[in-house]
């Protein structure tokens, strides 16, 4: 059996692809493996949303040099969003790289690696390709499943890469994500995460067109209240009364949004394109907190952006403090190819940027906290997925509906159980707590995690 080395950079997306990557290889005789030595096939699944991860990609793809000179027939592949955006510049960029594939190409990996001749190329001009659902997806949890209900995005912020990448916005048919969902249900899995670049726009394009929230209520049925479900990442813009509501009255839909703001200056959000003000975004959370007051919020914020005074960094700092974030992934401004923000002028250094997400990162820190220490004494209900104490048979991890990791202790529950704990410690990250009870549920088709078993995981 050949054997694949597969890593991962950047978002769920890109993890949702190597699932897929390992599903179509699986079909054609690969093996997953961790130890680069014994590969026959190494594959990167690359991100480009900033400098930093792509250098990441390079860099890592500069320490098979060596092993590829060693191993005779030793196969070495570029996939992902770096792939898209430089195609064949990296075959002529690394010689030792053999074939090239963009996000959107993916099913023509088996093509690509069944001609040993040639060093392949398939990138697309516009990517619109959506991965067909018979094709194969390899998962790695056997609780919680990723389900993609859209891809690309047509919102082209100034300072992003996505739509160049991943290309225009496409949906999938409703019924399509409904039964991909029935078949994870059945199978026992535990929670299912919608996945889109801007996942509640999901349906305007579809003839006939379908709406997110229409979505949600049919998943929700289908669920019957065995899965958690959660999405990422809405845009502000179409947070709408209609989603609020879902939010507050599907019994499965979880209390927490990943809502991105990038800014809280209108003047920066202005020059990035985000198609909202401070005050439409503050009205959003207003919206959904008074339909649901449990409802954790998380975001994503650029610091640095072009053109970004202190005073507007300031009022980046003031929507943190006002709206209060339970988390968030806070990102110096990196400069990518393509992109209008790329053209400005007036870029920040990198002394200030540092200062910029240090500051913000403190003040993130500090509410998170609070936010988290109002969980003492309270009880939560978790579902189990070890994911954050992997090799320890004791302590116990896993997330309240809110989306916050607990850790607890106890030998009993396993991966996929719904449990009581009570939380007895919190930091601005995580949650402590002691084992009540298991809460009933159990998961019908649990698998066994320790290992990875390409062929009896996939779908
Ligand atoms: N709509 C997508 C956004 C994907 S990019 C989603 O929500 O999934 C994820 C985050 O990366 C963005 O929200 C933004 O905060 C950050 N990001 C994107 N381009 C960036 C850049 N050029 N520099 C720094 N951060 C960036
Ligand atoms: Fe990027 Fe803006 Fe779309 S951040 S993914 S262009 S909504």
């Known amino acids: 059996m050949p054997k694949l080395k597969l890593i991962t950079f950047g978002c769920q997306a890109n993890e949702l692809d190597s699932e897929r990557i390992v599903g179509l290889l699986a079909r054609e005789g690969y093996e997953l493996i961790e130890r680069d030595e014994e590969a026959d096939l190494i594959i990167l699944n690359t991100c480009a949303i900033r400098e930093k991860a792509e250098q990441k990609a390079y860099s890592r793809l500069g320490t098979f040099q060596e092993l590829k000179r060693r191993k005779k027939g ?45 060093r392949g190329l398939a990138t697309a001009r516009t990517p619109t390709f959506s991965y067909p659902v018979s094709a194969p997806v390899y998962r790695r949890s056997a609780v919680k499943a990723w389900v993609s209900i859209m891809e690309g ?14 290309g225009r ?18 199978r026992g899995y535990r929670e299912v995460t919608l996945l889109g670049q801007t996942v509640n726009s999901y349906g305007k394009k579809l ?51 990943h809502l991105p703001v990038q800014s809280g200056s209108d003047r920066t959000l202005r020059r990035m394109k985000r198609g909202y003000s401070r005050d439409d975004y503050l009205k959003k959370v207003e919206l959904l907190r008074t339909k649901t007051p449990a409802l954790a919020l998380t975001t994503d914020i650029i610091v640095g952006f072009p053109g970004e005074t202190e005073r507007d960094f300031e009022e980046t700092l003031s929507l943190i403090q006002e709206v209060g974030y339970d988390g ?16 400005l002028s007036d ?28 969980y003492l004494g309270r009880t939560v209900e978790v579902l189990v997925d070890h994911e954050d104490v992997k090799r320890d048979a004791v302590r116990v991890a896993g997330r309240t509906r809110e989306n916050k990791i607990v850790h607890f202790s106890g030998e009993g529950p396993t991966d996929g159980d719904l449990v009581l704990v009570a939380i007895t410690g919190a930091s601005a990250l995580h949650l402590q707590g002691e084992l009540i009870c298991a809460n009933g549920a159990k998961s019908s088709g649990k698998k066994d995690l320790t290992t990875l078993r390409p062929l009896s995981m996939i779908s």
Do not use: W
Request: aromatic share 6%; glycine share 6%; hydrophobic share 40%.
């Open 207 to 257: 003839r006939p067109p379908a709406s997110f929230v229409e979505l949600l209520e049919t998943i929700d049925r289908v669920v019957e209240g065995e899965m958690r479900v959660r999405f990422t990442s809405p845009y502000p813009g179409d947070v709408t009364q209609e989603l609020a509501e879902a939010m507050a009255s599907l019994p499965s839909l979880c209390e927490h949004m």
């Open 328 to 343: 968030a992934f806070i990102f110096k401004y990196s400069t990518r190819p393509h992109t209008p923000a790329a053209g």
């Open 169 to 186: 916005e496409r949906s999938r048919p409703l019924q399509e994500i409904v039964e991909e969902i029935r078949g994870l249900k059945q």
């Open 347 to 374: 870029q920040v250094t990198e002394e200030i940027k540092g200062r910029r997400l240090e500051q913000a990162l403190g003040l993130l820190n500090s509410l998170s906290l609070a936010r988290n220490r109002a």
């Open 153 to 166: 995005c047509d919102r082209f912020c100034t300072f992003c890469v996505v739509p160049f990448t991943r």
């Open 74 to 118: 030793l196969r070495i592949g570029l996939c992902g969003c770096v792939a898209q955006q430089e195609g064949q510049a990296l075959l002529a960029r690394f010689p030792y790289l053999d074939f090239v594939v963009g996000p959107a190409q993916l099913t023509s990996l088996p093509r690509l690696l069944r001609d040993e001749t040639n």
